[in-house]
């Protein structure tokens, strides 16, 4: 099994919103950064955003101030709140998170060594 497991996907109409969960198994969040990336199809890989160790998030442009990331150290999980969706959401929604024991995180896929299996987030018009 996969050391970070997503779930929380689903199919909501334009304007709506989703809350995807990242478990963490193998990965303790306080170690290091972590994010959430997305892939529709024909497309690259892309960021959404990742977060800090100190909790400092960052986002992709595409946000636009609608997403929030966060993390329970408690229970050891990672969020998105995705808030005012739109169709060009839509795509495989991956948790990742990095091995490296950054104090910046890095915007690149190739910097995350944990990934998830995915969920499935569709934005209907």
């Known amino acids: 099994q996969a050391p970070v497991v997503e779930s929380g996907g689903g199919s909501v109409q334009t304007g709506g919103s989703l809350k995807l969960s990242c478990r963490g198994s193998?990965?303790?969040?306080?170690?290091?950064?972590a994010g959430w990336f997305r892939q529709a199809p024909g497309n690259e890989r892309e960021l959404v955003a990742t977060i800090s160790r100190l909790g400092t998030p960052t986002y992709a442009t595409f946000v636009k101030g609608r997403f929030t990331i966060s993390k329970d150290y408690h229970t050891n999980t990672l969020y998105l709140q995705m808030d005012n969706l739109e169709p060009d959401d839509t795509a495989m929604y991956y948790c990742?998170?990095?091995?490296?024991?950054?104090?910046?995180?890095?915007?690149?896929?190739?910097?995350?060594?944990?990934w998830g299996l995915g969920t499935q987030v569709t934005i209907s018009s």
């Open positions: 193998g990965y303790k969040y306080t170690s290091g950064c």
């Open positions: 990742a998170a990095d091995l490296a024991r950054r104090n910046v995180c890095s915007q690149s896929v190739s910097s995350f060594g944990y």
